[in-house]
């Protein structure tokens, strides 16, 4: 204001070369002024821009839900079978859902059914194909959703309480399932252990060098995760990893080789807590739950979802998404959109909007 005061007050001399004077500061300015606005106009472009080349699959914490498809019975036997889900799609549209559990059975007459046992066989989508179609329907409508993981726990009677895998490989439910994906889930929309493996010695290797797939480039797309442990496991690491066309692999415990590790379950957050947080350090995608049985639910007691929600576990499944009546406890992801930055593999200039954003 002083240098304009002046040029307004001073000598004749002074006025007369005023505009002189006045165009050669607006020319002085008018790059400056230029590049300040262009900083400020460009600079959430730019961050985005930089984060898609930093932000992967494994940089994300979701909300997922245990026995995704279950009904409770009419009668239930136990507490840990009292409650319903909605239908799958809903959950995803409506409750932010973006991990899945699906429990199959081989039955001759009708390929994969989808219930969690006889006493306890309410079901939302009575087969495979059924829960498939579900969640391909949203995806469709939903193409930019980030990656959803799905797991499937093949139920055999003989396999869990004996370990025994004699009817496992006489029902081949491992290749029927394997089938059953590559049929209704279309391949681009999938990413396999041969896509993160890439042209690298293992799976492991991979990881380790290259990092998991980039955010953007795997939205709209799901992953499937064999859940199983004991001869199950070993059947399929066996026969089906790495040729298998859809399943990465996961342990549960450190027994796997470690070519096959990439994806683990560890359902105890605050026993696991810090195995859980040095995995998500490492790189692996880690999958735990904040409640079991209706205990958290009945004392409306939140420590093991605290603990989940800290220790870094990618996906955190829940037997209650949303809230129910007469039950004040449900899981939410805080901050999430519906999902959020992971808060031990994410990088530090991560938000919730970069991983997702749903209205």
């Known amino acids: 204001m002083k240098f304009l005061g002046d040029l307004e007050t001073g000598s004749k001399a002074s006025r007369i070369k005023s505009p002189v004077a006045i165009i050669t500061l607006l020319m002085l300015l008018t790059p400056l002024s230029g590049c300040l606005n262009n900083s400020e106009e460009t600079s959430p472009s730019s961050t985005s821009q930089d984060l898609e080349g930093l932000l992967r699959i494994n940089h994300i914490q979701m909300k997922g839900t245990h026995n995704s498809y279950h009904v409770e019975p009419l009668v239930s036997p136990t ?24 429990d199959v059975w081989w039955d001759i007459r009708d390929g994969l059914r989808v219930y969690h046992n006889q006493y306890d066989s309410g079901t939302t989508c009575p087969t495979f194909e059924n829960c498939m179609n579900t969640l391909l329907e949203w995806s469709n409508a939903n193409p930019n959703h980030h990656t959803t993981f799905i797991w499937i726990e093949p139920k055999d009677w003989p396999e869990q309480s004996m370990d025994i895998t004699t009817t496992v490989q006489m029902s081949g439910i491992l290749d029927e399932i394997e089938s059953e994906i590559t049929q209704f889930w279309p391949r681009n929309k999938t990413i396999t252990p041969a896509d993160v493996q890439g042209d690298h010695p293992s799976l492991n290797d991979a990881l380790a060098n290259e990092g998991w797939p980039l955010l953007e480039d795997s939205r709209g797309k799901v992953i499937f995760v064999l859940l199983a442990t004991g001869g199950m496991r070993e059947i399929y690491l066996e026969d089906y990893f790495p040729t298998g066309r859809m399943f990465p692999m996961f342990t549960s415990q450190d027994d796997s080789p470690s070519y096959a590790q990439a994806i683990f379950s560890l359902t105890d957050p605050i026993g696991d807590g810090d195995e859980i947080e040095h995995l998500a350090a490492e790189g692996y995608i880690v999958r735990t739950r904040a409640d079991s049985g209706g205990e958290e639910a009945d004392n409306n007691d939140t420590s093991r979802l605290e603990a989940a929600l800290s220790s870094g576990a990618h996906s955190i499944s829940t037997d209650y998404p949303a809230k129910v009546e007469s039950i004040e406890y449900w899981v939410e992801i805080p901050g999430g959109t519906p999902s959020r930055c992971n808060p031990v593999s994410a990088p530090d200039q991560c938000s919730s909007e970069n991983i997702e954003y749903v209205d």
């Open 79 to 102: 507490r840990e079978y009292m409650y319903t889900h909605e239908e799958l799609n809903v959950q995803a549209s409506q409750l932010g859902v973006r991990q899945f559990e699906i």
